[in-house]
């Protein structure tokens, strides 16, 4: 791996989908305005990372419509680098609309994303990349992400890019049987992995943090995040409880996300253990205190 200063320390790979949400809360049947945004696991803690001073880049297949091009120049006004995506002229940009404490409905069908292919995996740009973020939701939706990441992850591991994993169990896109076959083989070949612990008793029956880092012990870095009651983490022989900042949630959806970004934008400065947790909660809280999944310009403190 060549070293590069310019670009990004942490490349996020996988599907980002617009988000469609009420701009001030409240259900999605009475809302009078909306918000239109990036909405996706991996460019959200891109967009954090890069919201704490850290060079980031997302990397993934976008349609080459109105909504893909949107997508993309909101990214990149939050200090995302963006050479790498491929806009796809056949297959369009999908969907997802919010309505706040009721979930989320998607609409990502054939959507650009799910025709990611292992020629894509080689054209990646890894080069000077000191961290790889990806979740387990580009296994999920389709049999041609699910190799795609497969491939993405051994080359990043055979070019020295450390791994960063966040579990993002989907029940809606596949059983837990499915779930867990697939992503076992990806937490034990990832160097720091993000699973919350009702993921975790759903994929492995596992009921503590400390039976997860029993199930893996293989992961440098293994952190187990509690909802409201904290999060612990395992790096090598050490291990951290961090509790959770209070917070008037508006909307959970997107706080996993902003966890990983500050506890990874925490890491890549040199932060020892429990600030890296602090800094998870932090981003998590400034996340939930809104309708955005990311944190849009201007908000972020």
Sequence with gaps: MTGS??????????????????AAGGR?????????????????????VAALGRRTGWHS???????????????????????????????????????????VSYYRAGSAATGFT?????????????VLHVSGITAAISTTA??????????????????SFDVNHRPGLWSAAAAAAALDPLVCRSDIVF????????LWGTADADAVRRRFPEPAQL????????????????????????????????????FAGGYLAAWLGGAPLRMRL???????????????????EGINE
């Design 5 to 22: 200063h310019d670009g990004p320390e942490l490349l996020a790979v996988g599907e980002t989908m617009a988000l469609v949400a009420p």
């Design 28 to 48: 999605l049947a009475d809302a009078a305005l909306f918000i239109v945004d990036a909405g996706g696991a991996e460019s959200n803690v891109a967009a954090h």
């Design 61 to 103: 297949r976008l349609g080459d419509d109105a909504l893909g091009r949107r997508l993309a120049g909101q990214l990149a006004r939050r200090g995302v680098e963006l050479s790498g995506v491929v806009f796809d002229r056949d297959r369009p940009t999908g969907l997802y609309v919010k309505d706040p404490g009721a979930g």
């Design 118 to 130: 292992l020629a894509d995996a080689a054209a990646v740009p890894l080069d000077g990349v000191r």
């Design 146 to 163: 699910a190799a795609f990441l497969d491939r993405l992850v051994d080359r990043a591991r055979n070019d020295g890019v450390a791994v």
């Design 195 to 202: 699973v919350g612990q009702d993921e975790a008793d759903a």
């Design 223 to 258: 952190v187990v995040k509690d909802g409201a009651f904290g999060a612990t983490a395992f790096a090598d022989a050490d291990a951290a409880f961090e509790p959770s900042l209070p917070v008037e949630v508006v909307d959970a959806v997107g706080a996993g996300d902003a």
């Design 278 to 296: 602090r800094a998870g909660h932090e981003r998590a809280a400034l996340t939930m205190s809104t309708t955005w999944d990311s944190v849009p």
